[in-house]
C-alpha cells in the first residue's frame, strides 16, 4: 500500500489553528514515513493564486528532495467565493469551474496526477435535477481540461456535509454521465460511517473506478482511534487490486489536534493491519 496524508489539519482550513507552511508540513509528513501528500488547495498551503511559477517549483523541489509524492490535490469547498459547482448562482459556477481548472494546472505544476471533485450541495427552492445538471456540466468542463494536462479527477461523495452526491451509486452514475476516461470515482469512511453503512461495501462496489480513498475513524479521528474496524477496508482494497494512495484525512475538526502524533497514529495502525494480512 501506499500511504499519504491530507494536509487540513496542518493548515489554517477549516480551524485556524494548529496552522503550520507547506514546507514544514512536507518535512514532518516525510519524516513520519509517508509515501504521499494530498495537499488541501486553501492558503497558507496551495492556494493557486498565491503560488507564481517559482514558488510552483520551490515547492516540487522540496517533495523530491524529501522523497516525498503530491499525490493528489483537494480543492476547498464553502468560503467567500462559494466554489459550489451545483449552485443556483450562475456566476458561482463559472468560477468554480475556473478554480477547478486552475487546480488541475496547479497539479501538473507538483508532480500531482489527481484531482478530487466535491460535486457541490443543492441549495434550498433548487431541484435535485437541476442541482445534478449544473454539477454534471461543470464537472464535463472540468474534466475535459484535466484530460487534457493527463489529470484523473475522483467524484467524492461527501453525505456528512452536502446532500447532492452522497453514496457510491451517486458518485458512479455522475461519473458515468460525464463520458469522460479521467473521470473516476473515490470515498471517505467518515461519510459511509455518517450513513451509517459498511465502508468495505463501497470498495467492491467502485471497484476499478475506485481510483483514491479518504480513511477516517469515526469523528474523524486517525484510524485505530474511533472503534472502526479497518481490516475488511485492506482487506477489500487488497481484493480489488487497488494501486492507488490510502490517504488519511483526519484531526482537521478541532484546534485541539496534534498533528504529528494523529500522522503517525494512522500510519501505524494501518500498516500493522496491512503486516497482519499478507
Known amino acids: 500500500m501506499k500511504y499519504a496524508f491530507n494536509t487540513w489539519v496542518y493548515s489554517s482550513f477549516p480551524c485556524w489553528v494548529p496552522s503550520y507552511s507547506i514546507d514544514e508540513t512536507i518535512k514532518r509528513l516525510s519524516k513520519i514515513g509517508y509515501d504521499g501528500i494530498e495537499i488541501g488547495c486553501a492558503a497558507p498551503h496551495a492556494w493557486p493564486y498565491y503560488l507564481d511559477e517559482n514558488r510552483r517549483k520551490e515547492i516540487k523541489e522540496l517533495l523530491d528532495k524529501e522523497g516525498i509524492a503530491a499525490s493528489s490535490l483537494l480543492p476547498a469547498p464553502g468560503g467567500g467565493p462559494g ?11 463559472e468560477w468554480t469551474v475556473q478554480h477547478y481548472k486552475d487546480v488541475v494546472d496547479l497539479a501538473v505544476d507538483l508532480g500531482a496526477s489527481t484531482v478530487l471533485y466535491v460535486a457541490g450541495w443543492r441549495m434550498f427552492g433548487v431541484s435535485q435535477e437541476d442541482a445534478w445538471k449544473y454539477s454534471l456540466d461543470s464537472l464535463i468542463q472540468i474534466g475535459e481540461h484535466a484530460k487534457e494536462k493527463g489529470v484523473t479527477i475522483c467524484v467524492e461523495p461527501t453525505s456528512s456535509d452536502s446532500n447532492l452526491i452522497e453514496t457510491a451509486d451517486d458518485a458512479l452514475l455522475l461519473m458515468e454521465q460525464s463520458g469522460l476516461p479521467n473521470v473516476k470515482v473515490m470515498f471517505d469512511t467518515f461519510h459511509v460511517l455518517y450513513r451509517n453503512e ?3 461495501d463501497y470498495i467492491y462496489t467502485m471497484g476499478e473506478h475506485l481510483k483514491h480513498i479518504h480513511l477516517s475513524d469515526y469523528d474523524r479521528l486517525a484510524p485505530g482511534q474511533g472503534g472502526m474496524d479497518f481490516y475488511p477496508v485492506i482487506q477489500a482494497l487488497k481484493d ?8 488519511m484525512e483526519v484531526g482537521f475538526n478541532a484546534r485541539s489536534a496534534h498533528p504529528d502524533s494523529i500522522a503517525k497514529a494512522a500510519l501505524d495502525h494501518l500498516k500493522a493491519i496491512e503486516n497482519e494480512l499478507e
Open 198 to 200: 459498511v465502508p468495505s
Open 83 to 93: 466554489a459550489n459547482p451545483a449552485s443556483s448562482i450562475k456566476e458561482e459556477r
Open 240 to 247: 480489488i487490486g487497488y494501486d492507488g494512495y490510502v490517504t
